[in-house]
């Protein structure tokens, strides 16, 4: 199987800050059903986390010659949370991460890069 990160990407604070406790029970309801119909479809969730507010975020600045406090202050979009899954139709899979996209979050599917991978020629580059 091929592994992808399903990373959520949106207002991540607004769980924190502005959803009634009614929102967010009713949006990890919605999680839920995101990870069972995944399991139901033959996909493997191998890992993942919920991040918490971004007020709580460090940022070593590219360089690595400073760490701020909190996220990038010019994106008003920030990583909420991710999930690892393992999968052989991508496709498919990103038609489970509507279900959670629906939530009002954009949610982008990554292809992890393998360790024989990182050998392989470049695009553009002679094998």
Known sequence: ????????????????S?????????????????????TRRGHRITGGAELHATTEARTVRPGGRSVT???F???AEHVGGFYMV?????????????????LGDGVEIRRTVRPEERSAPTQGQAP
């Open 86 to 102: 393992e999968t052989e139709d991508p496709d498919d899979l990103a038609e489970c991460c509507k279900i959670i996209a629906a």
């Open 1 to 16: 199987m091929t592994e992808y990160m399903v990373v959520i990407v949106g207002d991540a604070d607004r769980w924190w």
């Open 18 to 38: 502005t959803m009634s406790m009614q929102e967010r029970k009713d949006g990890y309801a919605e999680y839920t059903r995101f990870s069972e119909e995944l």
């Open 73 to 75: 202050a010019e994106s």
């Open 69 to 71: 406090d909190g996220p």
